[in-house]
């Protein structure tokens, strides 16, 4: 018998190879350090479909494994707007993002789970920076700084997931 996951949670950037492909990764091992991992699905994609069926991005995967993450095996895909129905939390890297899904969000609910992925980092919060800089145009510095943003914000994920699970199980 397969078990269904209890949340869903999607990460989303432009083209599912940088930033979300790095969400999801990271947040899968944090997760899975904290044993909710058989609880919870995580998926990544792109608003547009420009990569999809690709690999991450080069500078993405060497990124992660310099940190102990294995980014190899993700395969972009684009965000259609059925996915919506199956998901609990959609996490956008930036405010463009965060437009163009609730508009293709079909319902008021629907629009209410997209939220931009540094809010769940208190210090971005409190610095007024919860957008994710897409680091694709850039070099080494830029993918190491989006995997610190993405981490940390992947653990701010993994409280809000766990109390999210606690309060359905009451």
């Known amino acids: 018998m397969t078990r269904t996951p209890a949340y869903r949670v999607c ?5 599912n190879i940088c930033r979300s492909p790095m969400g999801e990764v990271i947040l899968r091992s944090l997760l899975e350090e904290a044993g909710l991992d058989a609880l ?9 479909g420009w990569h999809e ?40 890297a930036d405010l463009g993002h965060v437009r163009q899904l609730q508009r293709r969000a079909p319902t008021a609910a629907d629009q209410d789970k997209v939220r931009l992925m540094r809010e769940f980092d208190e210090e971005a ?7 994710v800089d897409d680091p694709w145009h850039g070099g080494e510095a830029e ?5 610190a943003e993405v981490r940390a914000a992947c ?16």
């Open 11 to 15: 990460f989303v950037c432009s083209g």
């Open 40 to 48: 919870v699905e995580v998926t990544s994609a792109g608003t547009g």
């Open 53 to 92: 069926g690709e690999g991450a991005d080069p500078r993405t995967v060497r990124t992660l494994d310099e940190h102990g993450y294995d980014g190899s095996a993700h395969v972009a895909h684009e965000f259609l707007p059925e996915r919506f129905e199956e998901l609990d939390l959609v996490l956008a």
């Open 155 to 170: 653990h701010g994920v993994v409280a809000h997931v766990a109390a999210e699970l606690a309060a359905t199980r009451r």
């Open 125 to 131: 919060v409190a610095a007024g920076t919860l957008e």
């Open 143 to 147: 993918f190491q700084r989006c995997l």
